[in-house]
């Protein structure tokens, strides 16, 4: 097995674009497959190393088959984001580094995961885990997305929560109609889901995103030493958002 932090070859054999501006990577191990924890994230880049490394949250939990999973917003300018959604192609190969990161539950405690944008893969991973490892242990997952066009996984969740009487699943739009709840998860927070003293939280999104969830769990009773976040720097860009504009055409 190989040692964390390791030089690790996967190869893509998925693109699936899952908004206008993000698109999902399956990643398959060519030989060694990575030994992590969900929640974690890896640095990629290309094998030859000439593109610079970046940071992503593996989005899945772990598996059998290696197989892993991630989120990859295209951001204007990015170099690595830029030949992740122009150039690579199923069957070509990347370079992985890690497993890094304590963004991992560390408690016994009912999950709160409150995701924003590219900000679900951790969460998604986390609540895969804590599924299939510990399925009696209450699972909240809080996503807001701009529009109806920026939802991840709506299908997916749905079918967990039909499948799992301890998994919840909480859907707002900030932008527009369409979905259950209509605003930001700080101010819907204390509607949704009470009091969150009882809970250990997960915080992922843009800065602001994040230190605002942070102040409204903090408002509502979470334990400090029980709350993780998690800032995303890449968010989704206006020039990218209009129609036709797809990952990886």
């Not at 598996?63 to 989120?71: E, F, K, M, S, Y």
């Not at 016994?108 to 969460?123: E, N, V």
């Not at 599924?131 to 939802?151: G, I, M, N, Q």
């Not at 699943?169 to 700080?186: F, K, M, N, Q, W």
Request: hydrophobic share 40%; charged share 20%; proline share 9%.
């Amino acid at each position: 097995m190989p040692e964390p932090g390791s030089d690790l070859s996967y190869e893509v054999v998925g693109l699936r674009p899952v908004t206008p501006v993000i698109v999902e990577l399956t990643l398959r191990p060519r030989s060694a497959a990575l030994r992590y924890t969900a929640g974690q994230y890896v640095l990629l880049s290309d094998v030859a190393g000439r593109l610079p490394q970046r940071s992503y949250s593996i989005a899945n939990a772990p598996r059998a088959d290696g197989l892993i999973t991630i989120l990859v917003t295209r951001v204007e300018g990015g170099v690595l984001t830029t030949w992740l959604h122009e150039r690579l192609r199923p069957g070509d190969e990347v370079a992985l580094e890690g497993p890094y990161g304590t963004f991992v539950p560390v408690t016994d405690r009912p999950l709160l995961l409150l995701a924003g944008g590219s900000g679900l893969a951790p969460m998604r991973a986390i609540a895969e885990a804590s599924l299939a490892e510990r399925p009696k242990r209450p699972v909240t997952l809080f996503f807001s997305a701009r529009t109806a066009r920026d939802v991840i996984d709506r299908r997916l969740f749905a079918d967990w929560q039909r499948s799992h009487e301890t998994f919840r699943y909480l859907l707002t739009l900030t932008r527009e109609d369409g979905a259950p709840l209509r605003g930001r998860i700080p101010d819907l927070l204390q509607g949704a889901v009470g009091s969150a003293a009882e809970h250990e939280v997960f915080i992922a999104g843009s800065e602001p995103f994040v230190a605002d969830c942070l102040k409204a769990v903090r408002s509502l009773g979470a334990d400090g030493a029980q709350v993780h976040t998690e800032p995303f720097f890449c968010e989704p860009q206006p020039w990218l958002s209009q129609p036709g504009d797809q990952p990886g055409s």
